[in-house]
């Protein structure tokens, strides 16, 4: 179904535009290739989920929800396809291309669609969705963002055109999909339990698929060209953020939600404070002690646990606090 991303006739003119930018960055100071790479760390998983965070526990609990749920299933959906369509990167398609070394740690594992492009579709999008109608100027900024990313991409040399666009194409649907779905758990907030049980089958599922499908087995001078481990890890670690970040949702959702508008300054502001260095406590945490690359059983928890606290764990104690406080 896929098979014409792999197509020569298909691929030749945007290897052609990557060259193109390629020969473009060879004449200009290295110091661009810094600055896209600060760009797309707009892209990775961190930067966003702080701000959704700060959205969730400290402004808006159903744009909180709304961002959280549209980021997961751009994930989920974003890697699934990776998995499926088997795309390679530009470099291995090309020997003429010739990435910034300092954006292969990112850029692991198959190529179509850029996980990047979407990660700022469902985040940066999603705010600008939310905020379209009330702040214009900020909504363009955000769109602008996600089109920084999507070409810092390119002009870094680890995605093709067709990657970027996959990327967009999914946020964008998803965007008015999500907010259809979380408007219809808002009626009855039970329906917060049905989606939580939907996206833990969907997890699994995708999870049976990853470690069942038989990959590309593609060698150049004795060398496997792409070896699928990168991907089956990459799935291990968003399914793992994905399940506690949603199951953390769905739970405060039903049983628990909180009204951020209602707090006073100062609350939000501790709660802000608090929850970034709860933040930057956990991810060292996890790159020590559980995010093996060979362990994924350890990978995954450690991906849900952190989801979950975020989500759910830390909302409940602030929310406990504050009433024993008062």
């Given at each position: 179904?896929?098979?014409?991303?792999?197509?020569?006739?298909?691929?030749?003119?945007?290897?052609?535009?990557?060259?193109?930018?390629?020969?473009?960055?060879?004449?200009?100071?290295?110091?661009?290739?810094?600055?896209?790479?600060?760009?797309?760390?707009?892209?990775?998983?961190?930067?966003?989920?702080?701000?959704?965070?700060?959205?969730?526990?400290?402004?808006?609990?159903?744009?909180?929800?709304?961002?959280?749920s549209l980021n997961s299933f751009g994930l989920l959906i974003s890697q699934f396809l990776k998995m499926v369509a088997c795309v390679y990167r530009p470099w291995v398609l090309s020997d003429k291309?010739?990435?910034?070394?300092?954006?292969?740690?990112?850029?692991?594992?198959?190529?179509?669609?850029?996980?990047?492009?979407?990660?700022?579709?469902?985040?940066?999008?999603?705010?600008?969705?939310?905020?379209?109608?009330?702040?214009?100027?900020?909504?363009?900024?955000?769109?602008?963002?996600?089109?920084?990313?999507?070409?810092?991409?390119?002009?870094?040399?680890?995605?093709?055109?067709?990657?970027?666009?996959?990327?967009?194409?999914?946020?964008?649907?998803?965007?008015?999909?999500?907010?259809?779905?979380?408007?219809?758990?808002?009626?009855?907030?039970?329906?917060?339990?049905?989606?939580?049980?939907?996206?833990?089958?969907?997890?699994?599922?995708?999870?049976?698929?990853?470690?069942?499908?038989?990959?590309?087995?593609?060698?150049?001078?004795?060398?496997?060209?792409?070896?699928?481990?990168?991907?089956?890890?990459?799935?291990?670690?968003?399914?793992?953020?994905?399940?506690?970040?949603?199951?953390?949702?769905?739970?405060?959702?039903?049983?628990?939600?909180?009204?951020?508008?209602?707090?006073?300054?100062?609350?939000?502001?501790?709660?802000?404070?608090?929850?970034?260095?709860?933040?930057?406590?956990?991810?060292?945490?996890?790159?020590?002690?559980?995010?093996?690359?060979?362990?994924?059983?350890?990978?995954?928890?450690?991906?849900?646990?952190?989801?979950?606290?975020?989500?759910?764990?830390?909302?409940?104690?602030?929310i406990k606090l504050e009433k024993f406080i008062k």
């Amino acid at each position: 179904m896929l098979e014409f991303l792999s197509n020569e006739s298909w691929l030749n003119p945007q290897i052609d535009y990557l060259i193109y930018l390629q020969n473009i960055r060879m004449h200009l100071s290295p110091i661009f290739d810094e600055v896209f790479m600060w760009v797309t760390r707009f892209g990775e998983m961190f930067i966003p989920m702080l701000v959704m965070c700060m959205i969730y526990w400290c402004f808006d609990f159903r744009a909180g929800v709304y961002l959280f749920s549209l980021n997961s299933f751009g994930l989920l959906i974003s890697q699934f396809l990776k998995m499926v369509a088997c795309v390679y990167r530009p470099w291995v398609l090309s020997d003429k291309i010739h990435p910034v070394r300092s954006a292969f740690g990112n850029a692991g594992g198959y190529s179509f669609p850029s996980g990047h492009t979407s990660m700022a579709v469902t985040s940066w999008g999603g705010m600008a969705f939310l905020c379209a109608k009330r702040h214009k100027i900020l909504c363009i900024l955000l769109v602008l963002a996600i089109l920084f990313v999507g070409f810092s991409r390119n002009y870094l040399g680890v995605h093709t055109p067709q990657d970027i666009i996959g990327g967009l194409l999914i946020g964008a649907v998803l965007m008015f999909v999500i907010n259809s779905l979380i408007n219809w758990c808002e009626e009855n907030r039970d329906r917060y339990l049905y989606l939580l049980v939907f996206v833990n089958i969907l997890i699994v599922l995708f999870m049976v698929y990853v470690f069942t499908k038989n990959y590309p087995q593609d060698y150049l001078n004795g060398k496997l060209l792409v070896n699928p481990a990168r991907g089956i890890y990459n799935t291990i670690v968003y399914s793992g953020w994905i399940a506690g970040a949603m199951n953390g949702i769905c739970i405060c959702a039903r049983f628990f939600p909180f009204d951020p508008k209602a707090a006073s300054d100062k609350c939000r502001v501790v709660r802000a404070i608090a929850g970034v260095v709860l933040a930057l406590i956990l991810l060292p945490v996890i790159q020590i002690f559980f995010a093996d690359m060979y362990n994924y059983s350890y990978t995954f928890f450690a991906l849900f646990l952190t989801g979950f606290i975020l989500t759910a764990g830390y909302p409940f104690v602030f929310i406990k606090l504050e009433k024993f406080i008062k």
